[in-house]
């Protein structure tokens, strides 16, 4: 049974750079379509980017775009989010997930990890 975990999260300054990690275990994540989604406090839960099993992107939110990399290494069984160029409403919970399929439309999601948080502040 795949299970995810996120990490890298944390506090950083506007403009500054994250790299969140999402690693899976019980299941190669090469199989499955995945996520990166985030929450703001009060605020829905909005897709960034994702990975199908083809290593094809799709991106959930134009507003990211430029500034938000997703890719994967399958030795690592891990995915990662870039995010550069950060700002103060990038602040959140951020969670990847894991679509049965491997694609990542429709963006019905089976597996979710418990989330890292992110803080934007100076």
């Known amino acids: 049974q795949l299970q995810l975990a996120e990490s890298g999260g944390g506090l950083v300054q506007p403009g500054g750079s994250l790299r969140l990690s999402c690693a899976g275990s019980?299941?190669?994540?090469?199989?499955?379509?995945i996520g990166w989604f985030r929450q703001a406090p009060g605020k829905a839960l909005e897709g960034v980017l994702c990975i199908n099993l083809r290593g094809e992107i799709t991106n959930y939110d134009d507003s990211m775009k430029d500034r938000f990399t997703i890719s994967r290494d399958m030795a690592e069984n891990t995915v990662y989010l870039q995010m550069n160029s950060l700002q103060t409403d990038d602040t959140a919970v951020y969670f990847c997930a894991a679509r049965a399929g491997g694609l990542c439309m429709p963006r019905r999601f089976d597996v979710w990890g418990q989330g890292a948080q992110v803080t934007v502040s100076s």
């Open positions: 019980g299941s190669a994540l090469d199989r499955w379509g």
